[in-house]
């Protein structure tokens, strides 16, 4: 078992991300530690009046090839992986003239912010670091000797294990920040090699690679006994992972996943053509409208299921303002998640301690093309992010009868909605609003049933003397394999359908919507979301 404490006499800087470098390195050479450092990051130390080492003066040769080549030389890398206790490599150090650096301070090149950033393909290239990751790749492995730190939320807790041991670090801490050095690396060749695949058009590349930074650490997952954490993924998309909390208690595991899924399907509303609100509960659309105002939004929204909603998620596709939050707090709300609030509406929300408010700045954007996860036994499945928009399909009538324009705009709303449904997904919708929701049940006959009386029980909740879903119009996310599920929408008062056609039975199908009188629309385009 090699000697717990290692003490610092040499740390090499080099860092692209300057944030607490200085106050970093002044209190490294109170200790008496030797700094030395590469371009940029020795400039800034000598500019603050300490004594640094350039690694050029360090290694012999000068940086070179617009500073490609610079760190890559035995009097780095000896030093770096040198074993301190090994004889052989003591000797070696002597006769080639290697001193042991004892700590390492490397955040690599801006690659990922670079990329989000938009840059140019060449740019891109540039700030693919070389050296970075070969010399953390080193002192990670011989972290028996040697600390490694890949970002300046580290130094704090360096600064103290060797204030505490007196110049030395703790084997306890080397192996943590080793951890970390090769889990940073790691992500950043992810994210570099699926930028390639990107680039490439390679949908399928040979390896996948997978890379993450610690958003938070969770009080526990799906339940109380699964572990959990959040990770944020170099991808820029407004939504969960890049909101300001404003306010509330941490965000559930749950919590996350049910926003997500409500601020995506919100973001299938256009801010610029309507105001659209999202009411989600365990990860389903229990009430989504559109309105002249968020208000207006939110109460239709309500309206559909004032029962689920109790506890749900509220997703908004403008700038949250006073009348709508003053409206949202009445009841039982876990998250609000909008891409903006006025001051007004925060005031109102704050009262409400526990609840979540998250702010965007945008919305995503549905039609970008992205990345879907889900792990299986031994492995994941990688598809493309759902981005098939219904405004982009060409609607094909199949029935006698015509889809009023009434009935064509509510048969859009309600397909927009039906993507974000689990499957079999059948939606009702009336007046752009749903009446009735029935998600995720084996049998899309008995989606369309528990949709209808979804539907009822709204009327009952809203004093109406008939269903809601008389007069509605009905989306299902994939075809009718049988008339039953669409003559169950027609008992229910379904006037128009739209779904996406390519059953072997479409004609029997059809057929049953001609002799009901229903207007019936093909999409072409099935959203399953299992």
């Given amino acids: 078992m090699p000697n717990e404490l290692r003490r610092v006499e040499r740390a090499l800087l080099s860092v692209s991300d300057k944030t607490g470098l200085i106050d970093f390195a002044r209190a490294l050479s109170r200790l008496g530690i030797a700094l030395v450092s590469t371009g940029g990051t020795a400039k800034a130390i000598a500019e603050a009046g300490l004594a640094v080492t350039d690694v050029s003066d360090l290694t012999g040769f000068p940086e070179m090839m ?97 204030d505490t041991h007196k110049g030395a670090t703790t084997l306890t801490l080397r192996r943590k920040l080793a951890q970390k050095a090769y889990s940073r690396t790691a992500s950043y060749d992810a994210a570099i090699s699926n930028w390639f695949a990107n680039e490439l058009g390679d949908t399928s590349p040979a390896f996948r690679a997978l890379g993450g930074s610690l958003a938070e650490t969770m009080r526990y997952g799906e339940n109380p006994h699964q572990w959990a954490a959040f990770y944020r993924t170099p991808e820029q998309r407004p939504g969960v992972a890049t909101a300001r909390q404003v306010q509330g208690k941490q965000l559930s595991y749950n ?140 609607l094909k009538v199949v029935t006698k009868r015509q889809p009023s324009e009434a009935e064509l705009a509510d048969l859009r709303f309600a ?13 009702y919708a009336k007046n752009l609003a749903t009446v009735g929701v029935g998600a995720g049940q084996m049998s899309r006959v008995d989606s369309s049933r528990i949709a209808a009386w979804k539907a009822g029980e709204a009327a009952k909740a809203a004093g109406a003397s008939e269903s809601l879903a008389k007069g509605a119009v009905v989306a299902s996310d994939a075809f009718f394999p049988f008339a039953d599920g669409l003559l169950a929408a027609a008992e229910a008062g379904a006037t128009a359908v739209i779904q996406p056609g390519g059953s072997m039975r479409d004609d029997e199908v059809i057929k049953a919507a001609d002799e009901a009188g229903l207007a019936m629309v093909f999409t072409g385009h099935r959203h399953f979301r299992h």
């Fill in 66 to 162: 617009d500073g490609r080549v610079k760190t890559l030389h035995p009097k780095v890398h000896g030093g770096l992986l040198a074993i301190r206790s090994h004889p052989e490599h003591q000797a070696s150090m002597l006769g080639h003239g290697i001193a042991p650096i004892d700590l390492l301070v490397v955040n690599l090149y801006p690659f990922e912010a670079t990329v989000a950033a938009g840059k140019p393909y060449d740019d891109c290239i540039e700030n693919i670091d070389i050296g970075g990751p070969a010399m953390i790749r080193a002192a990670a492995k011989n972290h028996n000797d040697v600390a490694v730190v890949v970002e300046a939320a580290d130094y704090a807790a360096v600064l103290a294990d060797l």
């Fill in 255 to 394: 919590n996350i996943n049910d926003t997500d899924a409500a601020f995506e399907c919100v973001a299938e509303f256009d801010p610029d053509r309507t105001a659209a609100c999202v009411i989600v509960k365990h990860a389903n659309p229990c009430g989504v409208a559109e309105g002249a105002s968020l208000l207006e939004a939110y109460e239709r929204a309500l309206a559909c299921d004032p029962v689920s909603a109790f506890g749900g998620i509220v997703a908004l596709n403008r700038k949250l303002d006073a009348e709508a939050a003053k409206k949202i707090v009445e009841i039982f709300t876990e998250v609000i998640i909008a891409p903006d609030a006025d001051e007004e509406a925060i005031a109102l929300v704050a009262a409400k301690k526990n609840l979540r408010l998250l702010l965007t700045s945008g919305l995503p954007d549905v039609r970008k093309a992205g990345l879907s996860l889900r792990t299986v036994a031994g492995g994941f499945l990688a598809q493309a992010r759902d981005n098939a928009v219904v405004d982009d399909m060409e």
């Fill in 415 to 427: 397909f927009r909605v039906a993507k974000h449904v689990k499957s079999n997904a059948i939606v």
